[in-house]
């Protein structure tokens, strides 16, 4: 896929009205709605800032949650959950909504930016469309949650040309979003000319860079929970990479694929095959695989069990792997070392429990040490690094759970594929 996409530095931004797709879908209180984490907003200022200066008038937009846009959606899910239907009043269904409106993202915007956000109560209504068009350069509008439209997952022509209606421009930089097609995703780019924004734009230099470009040798390190999680990644990784590191619960079903005993490690037997049509094509395209040779077990799945280092491929039946074992961490953090560019996705261990936190914890230092293009994508994966204190170490990591994942699989994201290329 090609990531070499024009971004609002190589566009005249200057004057024009804007449609700014951000990614507010803050964390909240489950009880009071109030946002517990700005990060955000926090990071899509510099791309807002960069606008405003130069005169811009922004009308950005977000989704929030998973609001149910109509009532009789709202019914299904809420019956789906077991409610009894006849007990599901319109009033409700409005009050679900009203736990989901941006105007507290508005709010806190208005606060971090020092000036007013002015807030539309609607996505393309009378609100917003009046708003918009009063709108002066410099100043900044954020329209309601866009998911309040039904039209917007669907990726609704009418909808996405009533957003486009109201701008000159379209911005891309909700990363988090790039994997959806969805209206104000990609569907607005069919009426407007689209750019990046500053985080898409990093997002897509660095990613793309080491994807399409990579500084080598190139090292993947993958690990977590799963294979059935990965599998694309794997595969595309092992198209891309010098070397392929395999960490995590996801390398005892390679282990019992080459014949080990891994008594109760995490396995999907359903993924033997694919385990051993990876380690063939490995060897196929002349790829390094490396599997942990040792593993750190215990007894049980908790915080204090006893740990034990037993091989990989003998571990005892009352026993499962938790954490990469020592001679393991040395030979994975070595082959980092000596990396150009490095892609790390998925903890080596348990790493929520401390005693099985040292496997990913030497690999995080790896990376921040290596003097590689060092990137790290997931979840699970970013929160280690940054609770560990290596996160400003790593050149990049990747904000976007599934579209950094999607993004390492190689597939096409509509929006990123619907910007104007370079
Ligand atoms: P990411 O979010 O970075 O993509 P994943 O969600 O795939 O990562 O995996 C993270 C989870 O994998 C963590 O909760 C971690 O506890 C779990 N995990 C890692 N190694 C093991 C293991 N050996 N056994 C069980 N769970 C593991
Ligand atoms: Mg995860």
């Known amino acids: 896929m090609n990531y070499n996409k024009k971004t609002i530095m190589d566009v005249d931004v200057a004057g024009k009205k804007i449609l700014l797709r951000c990614d507010f879908n803050v964390p909240q209180d489950k009880k009071t709605g109030a946002i517990t984490s700005d990060k955000r907003i926090v990071a899509a200022l510099p791309t807002i800032r960069y606008l405003l200066e130069r005169g811009a008038a922004v009308i950005a937009c977000s989704h929030l949650g998973k609001p149910a846009a109509t009532f009789s959606s709202y019914v299904k899910k809420q019956v789906e959950k077991g409610k009894n239907e006849a007990d599901i009043t319109e009033e409700e269904w409005r009050q679900s909504l009203r736990k989901l409106t941006l105007a507290p ?12 956000v002015i807030f539309a109560a609607d996505v393309v209504g009378e609100d917003a469309r009046t708003k918009a068009a009063a709108l ?7 329209l309601e949650n866009t998911r309040f439209e039904k039209g917007e997952t669907k990726n609704d022509p009418e909808l996405a040309r009533a957003m486009a209606d109201m701008a000159e421009l379209y911005v891309s930089d909700a990363f988090g979003s790039v994997h959806r097609a969805h209206a104000s995703t990609a569907g607005v780019a069919a009426y407007l000319p689209a750019v990046s924004g500053l985080l898409v734009a990093r997002e897509l230099e660095i990613m793309g860079g080491a994807l399409n470009d990579p500084k080598r040798p190139f090292v993947a390190v993958l690990g977590g929970a799963k294979v059935s999680d990965k599998l694309g990644v794997i595969n595309n990784l092992l198209d891309k990479a010098d070397t392929v590191i395999i960490g995590g619960g996801m390398a005892y079903t390679f282990a019992k694929a080459q014949g080990g005993s891994i008594g109760g490690s995490l396995c999907e037997n359903d993924k033997l095959d694919y385990a051993r049509d990876m380690l063939a094509k490995a060897k196929e395209r002349g790829v390094e695989l490396l599997l942990p040779a040792d593993t750190l077990a215990a007894k049980e799945f908790s915080a204090d069990a006893e740990a034990v280092v037993v091989p990989t491929d003998a571990i005892p039946d009352d026993m499962q792997g938790l954490d990469i074992g020592p001679e393991t961490t040395e030979s994975f953090c070595t082959a980092v070392q000596g990396a150009g560019t490095v892609v790390w996705n998925g903890p080596m261990g348990v790493f929520e429990f401390e005693r099985f936190a040292g496997g990913t914890r030497a690999m995080a230092k790896a990376l921040a040490e290596s003097g590689a293009v060092t990137i790290v994508g997931g979840g699970d ?8 204190g290596y996160a400003d170490r790593i050149t990049h990591i990747s904000t976007g759970g599934g579209a950094s994942l999607e993004f390492l699989e190689g597939k096409e994201l509509p929006g990123v594929a619907c910007l104007l290329d370079k």
């Open 381 to 388: 994966s970013a929160a280690a690094v940054e609770q560990m």
């Open 105 to 116: 993202v508005a709010e806190r915007l208005g606060e971090l930016l020092g000036q007013e």
């Open 136 to 142: 002066q350069g410099g100043q900044i509008m954020l």
